[in-house]
């Protein structure tokens, strides 16, 4: 199987995935409550697995094996016919599912509205979070100024 | 003669029983919970994510509770979960040089671009014992917060490629052999060595490391940059035929930049050494790159000065923990059948020794 760069809708659809996927499980809850029954059709339940995570040499050249991350998918289909996927890091088999819920919701008519109710808060979290550790790390960047030397008077 | 035994289930289970009274301690103090070790136990978690090979934080945790804070253990305990659960796949190599860094340094380039930010670091400070932490519920103090950078950090050796000063690595995209799937075979290329020194156990990549600095096997090292932060984390998924963002990790990277006088075969230039490590590992990455340097000789032409670190098969062969103390630690396991072999073969050679010195006073 060959992989290319996604067309641009795809694009979007790889971005929310991506959030979903980084989000921490309980704010997705919050976010995100239990569907009503009957539920969507679980085409694979949560599975928990690892994903074997790959470096590359000096940073730029050939991969090598790290390590494995946990990892959990799960998909599922919508009434309406849309199918959702979802892998997430860790063993939460309700973030996976919830996250695969919402990948499908979002190529149907309420994509709008999770867009706003879901993805906006979750992306504002990633945002500060984010942005309160590059604040306190850039606190801690040397500022560094020569002496002057007995020669340069 | 082969005497099968049994017995000792009831002493076992006791044994079990008392062991889990003792890793609870004095009911007097509160229990600790996974959460508090994964939180601020963290560079204890980190370590047992790298060398148990499996990026999770809570199970580190709870891996290390189990072992009573026995990292190795716990790093046991890991691996043995890890073996339950199927693989998905393989990520994408991350890119390092997207991370979003909490600390980057460089011993080399004071003025790099991004500069030098020290993060949560035991560096400066003075190692000693701060008796306000055996107070609980002390205020904490607020670390300041400054305008951070924007975008991405450059790596610090890209400015020495300029001037083509340093070896270059090729990239490329092939499959790398994999040291969880097939059995390790030697010469290892240096893919396989470096899956195997990430993993491996610190405390001996950090002496063989040392060894190198001492002299077995000098390299020369600057640390040319190390930096601590999380990137993301991408695979294909072969369902949509596209890669997605699966979750991010925090690494810590290590470049060294080797003094090099050349060989039969490269010009005098300098040359890298890289580790790159699981969580704040900083000591096992800067450790893990020396080493990665040492292991090179015969690529870049050197001499095999006969060193530890050189060695190949030495290094890799002993760098696994959870190998070593399985086999180590087997030997208190009852031997009794082959101690009575051996015991067996003493006497007799006794016998015999007896009997020709006798022979030899008549």
């Known amino acids: 199987m060959t992989f290319s760069v996604p067309p641009p809708d795809l694009q979007d659809r790889r971005t929310w995935m991506g959030l979903l996927a980084r989000a921490r499980p309980e704010r997705l809850a919050e976010l995100v409550p239990d569907e009503p029954d009957p539920g969507p059709v679980i085409l694979r339940q949560p599975e928990i697995g690892t994903v074997m995570v790959q470096g590359r040499i000096g940073a730029a050249g050939s991969p090598f094996n790290l390590g494995e991350m946990t990892v959990t998918r799960c998909s599922l289909r919508l009434e309406s016919g849309a199918v959702g996927h979802a892998h997430v890091q860790g063993r939460s088999k309700d973030h996976a599912r919830r996250a695969a819920l919402v990948d499908a919701l979002m190529q149907t008519g309420r994509a709008a509205q999770l867009r706003r109710d879901v993805l906006e808060p979750l992306l504002r979290d990633e945002a500060d979070r984010r942005r309160a550790r590059a604040e306190k790390a850039a606190a801690t960047k040397v500022e560094f100024f020569t002496l002057v030397r007995g020669e340069d008077r | 003669m082969y005497v099968a035994v049994k017995g000792g289930e009831r002493a076992i289970e006791n044994a079990h029983a008392l062991l889990a009274e003792d890793r609870r301690g004095d009911t007097g103090v509160a229990e600790l919970s996974v959460a508090q070790i994964r939180e601020q136990l963290r560079l204890a978690v980190n370590r047992v994510m790298a060398e148990g090979s499996l990026f999770d934080p809570d199970l580190a945790a709870l891996a290390i509770k189990q072992a009573r804070g026995d990292l190795i253990e716990a790093v046991f305990l890991i691996r043995a979960y890890r073996t339950t659960l199927p693989r998905f796949g393989s990520s994408r190599p991350v890119d390092t040089g997207t991370m979003a860094c909490s600390r980057r340094i460089s011993a080399t380039f004071k003025d790099a671009p991004g500069g030098q930010v020290l993060g949560p670091t035991f560096d400066y400070t003075h190692r000693l014992l701060d008796f306000r932490l055996a107070a609980e519920g002390q205020a904490l103090p607020r670390p300041a917060t400054a305008d951070p950078v924007a975008g991405p950090v450059p ?108 060989s039969k075969t490269e010009p005098p230039q300098f040359t890298r050494g890289y580790g790159l490590v699981f969580g704040q590992t900083e000591r096992k990455a800067i450790a893990m790159s020396l080493v990665d340097r040492a292991l090179r000789w015969k690529e870049l032409g050197e001499d095999d000065t006969g060193a530890p670190a050189q060695d190949e098969e030495f290094v890799l062969m002993h760098a696994d923990n959870v190998q070593a103390t399985g086999f180590l630690e087997h030997i208190k396991l009852p031997h009794y059948v082959d101690f009575q072999a051996e015991t067996e073969l003493v006497r007799k050679l006794r016998a015999e020794g007896a009997a020709r010195r006798q022979e030899a006073a008549e």
């Open chain 2, 155 to 262: 790596h610090i050796t890209s400015f020495l490629n300029r001037e083509g000063l340093i070896e270059t690595d090729r990239p490329g995209d092939d499959l790398p052999p994999d040291l969880t799937r097939e059995p390790m075979e030697l010469p290892a290329p240096r893919a396989l060595r470096l899956q195997a020194i990430t993993r491996g156990d610190e405390g001996f990549i950090l002496s063989l490391a040392y060894s190198t600095q001492r002299g077995y096997g000098r390299t020369h090292a600057f640390v040319g940059e190390l930096r601590i932060g999380t990137v993301a984390v991408e695979m294909d998924i072969p369902e949509l035929g596209f890669a997605v963002e699966i979750g991010e990790v925090e690494l810590t990277e290590c470049e060294t930049v080797n003094q090099f006088t050349g």
